[in-house]
């Protein structure tokens, strides 16, 4: 069946631009995640949804970064006034189920959306 | 704080070479633990999983044993193929229901005919 999806696969954007970055998760999945993977940071979390809620927003590295997600399915990631630090793949996984399911649910990846800030 | 410590790479085997990628954890309960996979110009895979003290997660000939005692994860392959050339990550996830995947910096592996 279809995995998680990301678009764009790549986005050069200037400095103070906004952006917005869509994941599609596999059909079914509650549970959706967004992860940053940067050259300095490493894989690092940034926002987890149950459902169409936002129960932890704690990786978010600043308020110029914001996620929603409607209808349970599709999410998007938006970074205002970009910056160039904000360079780097961002990563989205979905899995069937979040808390609640025990400790073994399993998070599949999108194949990531490269941005790079000039 | 919980966290993930690889051993840095690059690591370079020969074709058929043994394989061993050493992961480290600090944690608070008692998390489970997984190794991915990120293939040249791929998303992260799920290679395995173990989420108990002593369980041992293998897939395509790759395996990895969770031993509480010296808080490790070690990956092993008894003989790698040019195909498993990769970045490969440890992660855990804490025990107490939590979701939020903790990543070590990767190792990468390069395999040569």
């Known amino acids: 069946g279809a995995g998680v999806s990301q678009s764009p696969s790549n986005k050069v954007t200037e400095k103070g631009k906004d952006v917005e970055l869509r994941c599609d998760p596999i059909s079914g999945h509650t549970a959706l995640y967004w992860y940053r993977q940067s050259l300095g940071q490493g894989l690092e979390f940034l926002i987890y949804f149950q459902g169409n809620s936002a129960p932890d927003k704690s990786g978010l590295p600043s308020d110029r970064f914001s996620a929603e997600r409607t209808g349970g399915s599709v999410s998007t990631l938006t970074i205002q006034r970009t910056q160039q630090e904000d360079s780097a793949v961002y990563l989205c996984a979905s899995s069937l189920a979040g808390l609640g399911r025990g400790y073994a649910d399993t998070q599949y990846f999108g194949p990531g959306t490269r941005l790079t800030v000039l | 704080g919980n966290s993930v410590t690889q051993m840095e790479g690059p690591v370079t085997l020969s074709e058929e070479a043994f394989l061993t990628i050493n992961c480290t954890y600090t944690a608070t309960g008692y998390p489970s633990l997984f190794w991915y996979v990120q293939y040249p110009g791929e998303g992260l895979q799920l290679l395995l999983k173990?989420?108990?003290?002593?369980d041992k997660g293998s897939n395509k000939g790759f395996e990895a044993t969770y031993r509480k005692e010296t808080t490790s994860f070690h990956l092993e392959k008894g003989s790698v193929q040019v195909s498993d050339s990769a970045v490969y990550f440890c992660a855990l996830r804490r025990g107490d229901s939590s979701y939020k995947l903790i990543f070590g910096s990767g190792t990468r592996l390069l395999v040569r005919p």
């Open positions: 173990a989420t108990k003290a002593d």
